[in-house]
C-alpha cells in the first residue's frame, strides 16, 4: 500500500532575485501563497513540477510542499512554508515588507 | 596586517571575472541550475529560505577598518544595510540578489576580500583566536601560519574536492579562545622543553551530527614543520575519507573508524614523504608574513585618567568589568564590543555601526579590528586612557552592551529565519532569552556562562560546546528545542550532555530559567560559575529543576 497523497503546491526561488514564487494554474509565478495551485493529485503534482523545473530562466529550486485549503486559498501545513510566506522573524525584511499593502 | 600580493591580487581579480562570466551564462540559460550552483557555492553563494546569501571571508577574523567601510557599503548599495558576524568569522549578507553578485565581490576585491572556499569540500576560512597578537598570554601571534595556511589551502589543485569541508582553527596561547578540539585540525601553541614554540595538533574534533572532541596526533610539531604536517593530515583524510555517505565523511569518522593509533601511524609516514619536498620556501613566506603582523606601536601614557573614572562610573566599570580583557601590554586593554544588545539578533552589525567601530578602530585601535567566533567584534589594542572616550561613543551607537561572557553574550546561527537546512528557528529564541533575563536582572547574579544555540543538526551555533546548549528541531511539524548542559569549548573541551526531551517554543526560555534558578539555588557562593557547579553537581539537580516541575504542572 502506498501512502495516502496529500496536497500539494509547488514552490520555488525566483532565479534573479531569489525571492519565494509559487505555481499558479495558470502557470504564472505568484509571490502568494494563497494563489497557489492546490494540487490534489499524485500525477498531476509531478507533472507541474516537471513543467516547473523546466522553466530554468526564471525560477530554481522547484519542490512540492504540503499545503491544505483555506479561506482564501492553499495554506502552509508546515511551520518552514508558513515562514517563507513572510520572511525573518528578526526584521520586517522580505514578503511581510514588500508585498504589505 | 597581511597585504595582497600581486599574485593575490591577479587571482583575486581572476575569479571574479570568471564567476562574472558564470553568472552571465546562468542569466541566459547557457548554464543550467545543476552546472551553475557548484561554480555559486565555490564563490560563497547559497540559496537560503527567502533570498541568495553571500559569505565572505574574513581570513583569521582580522579586518581593515577600509575592509570594514567597504562592508557596510555593500550591505547599503546591494544589501539591506546590514551584514551577520558568523561563528566562523565569516561576514554574512543576507539579501544580495544573483546580477549583482559579480559587482559585490569586485567590491570586495577593491579591499583585498573575497567569498572564496567559504562553501564546498575544500579547506574553509582558517580561524584564529580573536585576541591574537594582544592576549597577555600568548606564546605566539598565530596569524602569520594561519595567513600561510590560507595561501597554500587557496586553490590547492590536491584539496578541491574534498570528502567534505574542512575547518581549520589556530591559537597561540594555551588558554584556547578558537574551539580547536571541535575542529578538522586544531593547532594549538605550546612550548617544548627546549621552551621552542610548536604545535599541539589535534585531529577529528567537530560538532553537527556526531560531536566529537579531536584527538592530539602530535604532542610537539615544531613550527617548521607546520605546512607539510597538514598536507600530511589532508593527504590522508583524502585518500581513507568517506565519499560514499555524506553523514560519515568528515575527517572526525576517518579518525573513529581507523584508530588513533593507525591514523597517527599513516600521518606520520605521509608526513615523513612531504617533509624534504619542502625546501624551505614556506619558511622564507612565514618570515615575510610575520613582518606584516608586526605589532603596532604602542603609545606610552599614563592610565591615571581610566583608573578615575572607572572608580567614578558604575555604568563604565560594568563594561570594563565585562568587555576588557587583560593586553599584553599593561597601559593597554582588549575591547570586546558586543553584538548582542539584548533583544537584537546575535552577530548583526548595521552599516552605521561598521562604519563607526572602523572610525574608534582608527582613532583608538591602532585600525585593526577582529571578529570573534563568538559573533562580536573585537578592538585588540585600546590604550586605557582613551577607553572612557571610546565607551561614550559606542554607547551613542548600540554597542556599549556590557554583557560579554554573561547570559545574552548568545552564539546563535541565522537558523530557520534564513537558512534552509534549519530545522527551527534560534534568533528568537536568543532575542527572547536575551530580553527575559534583562527584565528580571538576573544576568550579573548569574555570571559567566555561555548559551548557544542551533537550528539545525549541524551545529553552527556551537550548542554542544555550550554551557547550555539549545539545539532547535522539528518534531511532528513543531518547533523543538533539546538542551544540553556542561559543554566546553576551551582547552579543556567536553560536549555537553542532553537533559531528556525537548521543548516546545514557548516552554523553552522558561525551561532555561528553571534550570538558572536552580544553579542559584544551588552554588556554593556566588563565585561558583554554572560550569563549575554543573561539574560539581552533575545532572540531576538540572534535570529535576526541568521536569519536576513539568510534571507537576501538567498533573495540576
Known sequence: MSRRFTPKIVTANRLREGDVVYLTADDQWSPFHHKAELIEDEAHAQMRLLHANAQKLTIVGAYLADARPGLLGPEPTHFREEFRTRGPSNYHHGKQADLAS | ?556
Open chain 2, 1 to 556: 596586517m597581511y597585504s595582497y600580493s600581486d599574485f593575490d591580487e591577479a587571482f583575486v581579480r581572476t575569479r571574479v571575472a570568471q564567476f562574472t562570466n558564470q553568472v552571465e551564462r546562468r542569466l541566459d540559460g547557457s548554464l543550467t541550475e545543476d552546472e551553475f550552483r557548484p561554480l555559486r557555492l565555490m564563490n560563497g553563494l547559497y540559496l537560503q529560505l527567502h533570498a541568495y546569501m553571500l559569505r565572505v571571508a574574513i581570513p583569521y577574523g582580522t579586518v581593515s577598518p577600509r575592509q570594514m567601510r567597504q562592508l557596510a557599503y555593500i550591505a547599503d548599495t546591494w544589501d539591506k544595510g546590514y551584514g551577520h558576524f558568523t561563528t566562523r568569522q565569516n561576514i554574512q549578507f543576507n539579501w544580495p540578489k544573483l546580477p549583482d553578485v559579480p559587482a559585490i565581490l569586485s567590491a570586495l576585491a577593491d579591499v583585498e576580500m573575497h567569498a572564496i572556499q567559504t562553501s564546498g569540500n575544500c579547506v574553509r576560512n582558517v580561524t584564529a583566536d580573536h585576541f591574537a597578537g594582544a592576549a597577555a598570554d600568548e606564546i605566539a601571534d598565530p596569524r602569520p601560519y594561519a595567513e600561510l595556511l590560507r595561501q597554500w589551502s587557496t586553490d590547492h589543485p590536491e584539496f578541491q574536492f574534498l570528502p567534505r569541508k574542512f575547518k581549520i582553527a589556530i591559537t597561540g596561547s594555551p588558554n584556547d579562545r578558537a574551539v580547536t578540539r571541535a575542529h578538522d585540525i586544531g593547532l594549538r601553541m605550546v612550548r617544548n622543553g627546549a621552551g621552542e614554540p610548536g604545535f599541539e595538533v589535534i585531529v577529528g574534533g567537530g560538532l553537527g551530527r556526531t560531536p566529537m572532541i579531536g584527538v592530539t596526533v602530535r604532542d610537539f610539531l615544531p613550527e617548521a614543520d607546520l605546512l607539510p604536517y597538514v598536507e600530511a593530515v589532508l593527504s590522508v583524510y583524502n585518500t581513507l575519507g568517506r565519499r560514499d555517505n555524506k553523514y560519515k565523511a568528515r575527517i572526525k569518522i576517518t579518525v573513529h573508524e581507523t584508530g588513533a593509533e593507525e591514523i597517527t601511524r599513516m600521518i606520520e609516514a605521509r608526513f615523513a614523504e612531504l617533509r624534504p619536498l619542502f625546501g624551505g620556501n614556506d619558511q622564507k613566506l612565514l618570515a615575510e608574513i610575520r613582518e606584516a603582523f608586526a605589532p603596532p606601536a604602542f603609545r606610552n601614557a599614563p592610565t591615571d585618567a581610566y583608573n578615575a573614572f572607572y572608580q567614578a562610573d558604575p555604568v563604565f566599570r560594568a563594561w570594563a568589568d565585562t568587555n576588557l580583557s587583560a593586553h599584553r601590554n599593561a597601559q593597554y586593554a582588549i575591547v570586546t564590543i558586543s553584538l548582542k544588545a539584548h533583544g537584537q539578533t546575535p552577530g548583526d552589525a548595521s552599516s552605521d555601526q561598521m562604519r563607526l567601530m572602523a572610525d574608534l578602530a582608527e582613532r583608538y585601535g591602532h585600525s585593526d579590528l577582529r571578529i570573534s567566533h563568538e559573533q562580536n567584534v573585537i578592538l585588540p589594542h585600546v590604550h586605557k586612557s582613551d577607553l572612557p572616550t571610546l565607551h561614550a561613543a559606542l554607547t551613542q551607537a548600540g554597542l556599549g552592551t556590557a554583557n560579554v561572557g554573561l547570559l545574552s553574550d548568545i552564539i546563535a546561527c541565522p537558523g530557520m529565519d534564513y537558512c534552509a537546512l534549519a530545522t527551527a528557528r534560534s534568533i528568537p529564541v536568543a532575542q527572547e532569552l536575551a530580553t527575559h533575563f534583562e527584565a528580571l536582572k538576573l544576568e550579573h547574579e548569574i555570571g559567566p556562562l555561555k548559551i548557544k544555540i542551533s537550528g539545525c543538526i549541524n551545529a553552527c551555533g556551537h550548542h554542544h560546546v555550550g554551557h547550555i546548549g539549545i539545539l532547535g528541531l522539528d518534531r511532528a511539524g513543531v518547533e523543538n528545542y533539546q538542551i544540553t548542559l556542561g559543554g566546553d569549548g576551551t582547552e579543556d573541551a567536553v560536549i555537553g550532555e542532553k537533559t531528556g526531551p525537548g521543548f516546545a517554543y514557548t516552554e523553552i526560555v522558561p525551561a532555561i530559567e528553571r534550570i538558572l534558578r536552580a544553579y542559584l539555588g544551588l552554588r556554593v557562593e556566588p563565585s561558583e560559575t554554572f560550569l563549575q557547579a554543573f561539574k560539581r553537581v552533575g545532572m540531576e539537580p538540572f534535570k529535576a529543576a526541568l521536569y519536576d516541575t513539568e510534571a507537576a504542572q501538567d498533573a495540576a
